[in-house]
């Protein structure tokens, strides 16, 4: 009967109908888009390093970190609608291409002696505008190509291989940087994203079937675009998530910044206590992906990430109130601060997977980056001046306060709880 019920599930949703065979083929492109990411960790850590110790100048690395920036910001939502229009696999495959492209560009630029600067900052832009391309698709692919009910486990391994690479990424880029020049670092990605490729060449992806209505509403790209915003803004429930992320991203990256000043002042630490911290973070991400990969999370996905939420807002908590003497006390905030994102982002996502429709989840996937890279330079901003006159722990403080009331909020809505059991009555895509 619980088969029945998932095959007839797939009908009304217009998902392919091979379930039994799913790893296989999912995993194929995980595994490669894995390799992927480990080289462009590798070469994002490379670039930075150059730079700093090419030049020494913050403005640099200010600069280069906004030519990340702008193309999260502006690109994603453009990004996400060619996403849910085009082959999704062909995506994957333009940007994953384009990357590595732009990145033998400055293999040859630095093997011919002629790199400068701001052919680093040009491809730092290329690689988020391929980043940008690719996310949608891949997620959006995830959810045609895996169970509703592995969705969880699934973004669970998409956050542990997050904490894996943020953990390994960093030393390997350094031994690389010191035995290596910088031209045949970057020839490293050029490698994974091969990998990237002939995994994705090596699987036939399904795609989502849009009714004729759609197609005809979406008639240009443009359209299309309106039309996922109209989608989120037609869905009270939905629209209450991405604001809430978008508050939770704004108010959480500042403190992250913070941190390093927190340890220094608060705590009289030095770098071997910036680097415990840093470190208790990721192993708390590592332990967390580690157990919803296996878990799965509860059966309701928002349960399991209300119970993120508040789990977060008591490590941050820990971390801004800790003694001065209690150095330990703030590393164990930390680490459940990392240990309990995971459970926020995962099911988040996979909640996400579950309830939008495949035509729009490149649209609202990205949209919801965007939004949340919109407004972090303004939780940046405002972060500064409050520490310095309230303290570094108020706004660790204020963190936990926000999250304790997003948690709040979201057992209060009555739209936002129940999403997942709603039905699709509140999926309004109206184009007047």
């Keep these: 009967m619980k088969q029945e019920t998932r095959t007839l599930k797939m009908i009304e949703k217009g998902k392919p109908l091979a379930i039994q065979g799913w790893k296989a083929p999912f ?71 384009f990357t590595a492209l732009a990145t033998g560009g400055l293999i040859y630029l630095g093997w011919s002696g002629e790199l400068q600067i701001w052919h680093i900052y040009l491809l730092m832009m290329a690689r988020s505008i391929g980043g940008a391309f690719h996310f949608p698709a891949m997620t959006a692919s995830t959810t045609l190509m895996v169970p509703e009910e592995h969705l969880s486990r699934v973004q669970g391994l998409n956050q542990l291989l997050q904490g894996v690479m943020n953990i390994a990424a960093p030393p390997l880029g350094a031994l690389l940087v010191e035995i290596l020049p910088l031209h045949r670092v970057l020839s490293v990605d050029i490698g994974t994203a091969v990998l990237a490729v002939f995994s994705l060449l090596l699987i036939q992806i399904p795609q989502p079937k849009a009714d004729a209505d759609s197609k ?53 630490g030095a770098a071997i206590e910036i680097a415990t911290m840093q470190s208790a ?32 807002a008591a490590g941050m908590l820990l971390v801004g109130t800790a003694p001065s003497s209690v150095f330990t006390l703030a590393v164990s905030g930390i680490f459940l601060t990392g240990f309990m994102s995971v459970m926020t982002n995962g099911p988040t996502f ?16 990205s949209l919801i980056v965007s939004l949340a890279n919109a407004f972090t330079p303004l939780g940046l901003l405002i972060s500064g001046p409050l520490a310095e006159v309230n303290g570094i722990r108020s706004w660790f403080i204020l963190t936990s306060i926000v999250f304790a009331l997003a ?7 009555e739209d936002v709880k129940n999403i997942e059991t709603s039905g699709k009555s509140n999926q309004l895509l109206t184009a007047n």
């Design 27 to 97: 995993f194929t492109i995980w595994i490669g888009q894995a390799f992927s990411l480990l080289g462009s960790q590798l070469v994002g850590f490379a670039l930075v390093w150059y730079m700093t110790e090419l030049t020494g100048s913050a403005k640099v690395l200010a600069t280069a970190a906004m030519m990340e920036w702008l193309p999260r910001v502006f690109v994603g939502p453009i990004a996400g609608t060619i996403a849910d229009r085009w082959n999704r696999k062909r995506v994957m495959l333009l940007a994953d291409s």
């Design 216 to 268: 005809l509403k979406e008639s240009s790209m443009w359209d299309g675009l309106r039309a996922g915003f109209l989608y989120v803004w037609h869905w009270s429930g939905l629209k209450k998530i991405i604001l809430l992320a978008v508050l939770i991203n704004a108010i959480s990256v500042p403190a992250f910044t913070l941190l390093p000043l927190l340890v220094t002042k608060e705590f009289g």
């Design 281 to 312: 973070f990721a192993i708390g991400f590592l332990v967390g992906g580690l157990l919803l990969a296996v878990w799965g999370g509860f059966r309701r996905k928002i349960i399991s990430a209300v119970l993120g939420i508040f789990g977060s």
């Design 350 to 365: 996979a909640l996400l997977q579950t309830v939008v429709e495949e035509t729009m989840q490149g649209r609202v996937m």
């Design 407 to 413: 948690g709040i909020f979201v057992l209060r809505s």
